[in-house]
């Protein structure tokens, strides 16, 4: 605590409305040592929104993002805001290259001249996805817009001086109190559980990552103020296929309302890396951090889900 009473880790939390920026909130919110100010393009859609401060902010308003940094005095940045939704980078490049790569120049400008520690979030789409599972040493070579934007911003923050931590994550899955996002569990376990049939890749192999883990990730980084790449993930590979069938033996679900599709058949083929994953070693010897396997998140999810139905 300052002599004003404030908590030493002051946190500015930018896309606090998107799906890792809930997560963060409320496990941050958890937290007693933390003074917390978030900030998303629109309105707060957390509904846990009470014990922080909530700043609707375009993340491209230069002067209103100086502003509310002079005026918060983060000792941490956790950057989760981007534009996320490969096709939309795809079609505008320009907004792309703003708001994954502008934007992360602006916050590390502030961050080295103020010593403030960053953490960003990228992409298993750095990669091409012929190699996976990667190494946070492996050469990059994405096959997308997105992943491109992500390795130019990697590229300034390692260039800097500033004190900052890249987590690379995968396919990021789980339950936040916002009903109105989805992924790739709830999307297979609504579908299945009201008896659809749904096409699944077979042919895109990822490790992925639930929220929670990734939570945890950004909490461990700000606690070390962690520097340079981490690989975040779960440890196993599955395709898309084998994870949706994890899923409707989860909770019981017919198997024949699923069948494989080619990633090539959903426009995929050449915009998305085939196989990904992650080498988790660094992040588990510096970080201390412990994955939890897809088929052990699921029943916390189940029970996250009840809890939200209330
Ligand atoms: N989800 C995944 O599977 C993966 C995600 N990542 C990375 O992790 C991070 C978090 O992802 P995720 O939580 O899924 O992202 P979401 O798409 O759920 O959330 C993105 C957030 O960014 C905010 N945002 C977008 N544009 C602006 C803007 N112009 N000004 C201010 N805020 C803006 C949005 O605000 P609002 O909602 O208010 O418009 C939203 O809160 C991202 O950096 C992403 O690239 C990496 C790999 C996998
Ligand atoms: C629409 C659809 C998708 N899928 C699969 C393809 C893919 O592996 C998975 C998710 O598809 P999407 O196109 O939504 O997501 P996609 O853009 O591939 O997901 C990515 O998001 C960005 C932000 C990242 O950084 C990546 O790590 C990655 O997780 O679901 C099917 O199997 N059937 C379908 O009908």
Redesign the pocket.
């Known amino acids: 605590m300052d002599k004003l009473g404030n908590s030493s880790t002051r946190v500015l939390l930018?896309?606090?409305?998107?799906?890792?920026?809930q997560k963060c909130t409320d496990f941050i919110l958890e937290k007693t040592h933390y003074t917390l100010c978030c900030?998303?393009?629109?309105?707060n859609?957390n509904p846990n929104n009470t014990g922080y401060r909530f700043v609707?902010?375009?993340?491209?308003d230069q002067e209103g993002l100086v502003e509310l940094m002079e005026e918060f005095q983060p000792t941490h940045i956790l950057?989760?805001?981007?534009?996320?939704?490969v096709e939309a980078c795809e079609q505008d490049p320009a907004l792309c290259q703003k708001?994954?790569v502008d934007v992360v120049k602006l916050l590390l400008e502030a961050a080295e001249k103020n010593n403030i520690h960053l953490t960003f979030?990228?992409?298993?789409?750095v990669f091409d996805g012929k190699n996976g599972p990667y190494k946070e040493i492996d050469e990059t070579n994405p096959c997308n817009a997105?992943g491109a934007s992500?390795v130019a911003a990697e590229q300034i923050i390692l260039a800097s001086s500033a004190k900052a931590a890249i987590l690379?994550?995968?396919?990021?899955?789980g339950v936040i109190a916002d009903k109105k996002?989805s992924?790739l569990v709830l999307w297979a376990k609504s579908k299945l559980g009201a008896n659809e049939a749904i096409k699944v890749v077979n042919d895109q192999w990822r490790m992925p990552?639930w929220v929670d883990d990734l939570a945890d990730a950004c909490i461990l980084c700000i606690e070390k103020s962690a520097t340079g790449i981490y690989h975040i993930s779960s440890e196993k590979m599955y395709s898309v296929l084998e994870a949706v069938q994890e899923i409707a033996d989860y909770w019981g679900y017919d198997q024949s309302l699923i069948s494989p599709i080619s990633a090539g058949e959903i426009g995929q083929s050449e915009n998305r890396p085939q196989k990904t994953g992650f080498i988790l070693d660094k992040a588990k010897k510096e970080l201390g951090y412990q994955p939890t396997s897809f088929r052990d998140s699921l029943p916390s999810i189940d029970q996250q889900i009840k809890f939200y139905m209330k």
């Open positions: 930018t896309g606090s409305n998107g799906f890792l920026g900030t998303s393009q629109s309105p859609r609707q902010l375009d993340l491209l950057h989760t805001a981007a534009m996320t939704a708001l994954n979030l990228s992409t298993d789409f997105y992500k690379r994550t995968i396919l990021v899955y996002r992924n990552t």
